[in-house]
Each structure stands twice: as structure tokens, then as C-alpha cells.
């Protein structure tokens, strides 16, 4: 359904709403013994790529991570969850947070989940010759998804900004 300017219809933030699950094994570690940024970022990605596409309603392609913190180690036996959901919305871009647990295998009943990693990721809703295309817009459902949008579009300025900044020096260099 789209409304009559042509912008599919708006939805709310629960929309969105992604957890993906899984458990650490030997594989994903490095030399350390740890878990692998790599393997966080791309546990990241996926989550954040399937609430872009439940959002979007189809095809949504990584743009930018402009914001990713590893908070605290992932070992072997962690059983972690992501959380994504759409922050904000542009005509065809979306932002995307993350929040990563990790419930200790060893520490289970006794502990909450430990934050073990933050992101922020800009997707584009695209079409199938892979052109932008527009996307519903996020309506926040409580205070503090508003102060989410808010502090997206703060990102979205100083990413763009940058962008600009950066294109202007090559320019003349
Ligand atoms: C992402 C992509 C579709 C953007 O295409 P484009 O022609 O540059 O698009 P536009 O300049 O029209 O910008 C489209 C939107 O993306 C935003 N955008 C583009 N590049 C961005 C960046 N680096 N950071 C943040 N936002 C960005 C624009 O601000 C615009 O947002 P809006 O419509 O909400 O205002 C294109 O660069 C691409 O296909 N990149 C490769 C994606 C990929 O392969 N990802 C990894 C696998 S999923």
C-alpha cells in the first residue's frame, strides 16, 4: 500500500524489530582465544539487514557502518543475541542500531546479559536493478525511540558532512 505521494505506507518501530541467537564455537575465535571482531561484525550486519528488510519490504543494501564498539570479549560457549531495529528513516536510506548480549556460558544463572557490542548501520532500500527506491518512513514508538531518531539524524549529518568534506578536498588535490 503507498500513500498518495507515492512513499509506501509509514510503520512503526516494532516493525522492525530483529533478534538473532546463536552460540560461539571454536571456529569463530582468533589467536587470542576470543571471539573475532570479523564474526561480530558480520553477526551484526545480518541482523541489521534483516530489519532493513522487513522495514523496506524488500531488497535493503549495506551503505555504510559508520559506528561500531566492541564493549567487552565473546568467548567460546557465549550464547549471544542481536538487536536491530530501524532508528530513522530518509526518502530511500535507513539507519539501523544494534545492540549485541552474550549470556556467559559459565555464569548463566547467576549473571544479566553483558553488552558486548554497539552499532550503527545505514542501509538503501533498492530495487531490482539495484537503484535506490523509496522506503516507508519509521514512526517512533515511545520516548525513547524518538531520542534514537534524534540522535540518527545527528549521525546523519556528520556522516554526510564528512562525505562532503572529503569529496571537496579531492577535488582540489
Ligand atoms: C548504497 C547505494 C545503493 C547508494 O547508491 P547512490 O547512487 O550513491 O545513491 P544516492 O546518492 O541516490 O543516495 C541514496 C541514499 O543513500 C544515502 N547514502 C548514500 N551513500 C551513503 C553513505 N556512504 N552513508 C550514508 N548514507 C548514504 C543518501 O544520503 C541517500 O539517502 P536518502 O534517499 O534517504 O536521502 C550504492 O552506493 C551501492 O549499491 N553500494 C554498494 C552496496 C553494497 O554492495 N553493500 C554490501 C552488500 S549488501
Redesign the pocket.
Known sequence: MTEHTGRPTSRPTSYSRVTLSRIMTAVDVNLYGTVHGGVIMKFV?DVA?AAAARHSGGI?????I?EIVFVEPLRVGDLVHAFAQVNW??????EVGVRVEAERWDEVSESAPVVVATAYL???A?DAE???R??PAVVPDSPQDEGRWREAEIR?EH??AR?DAIQRHRSVT
Open positions: 550486519d539487514g535493503a543494501v549495506t551503505a555504510s559508520d528513516t530518509g526518502t530511500t536510506s535507513m545505514v542501509f538503501v533498492v539495484g537503484k535506490p523509496p522506503l546523519r556522516r554526510l562525505r
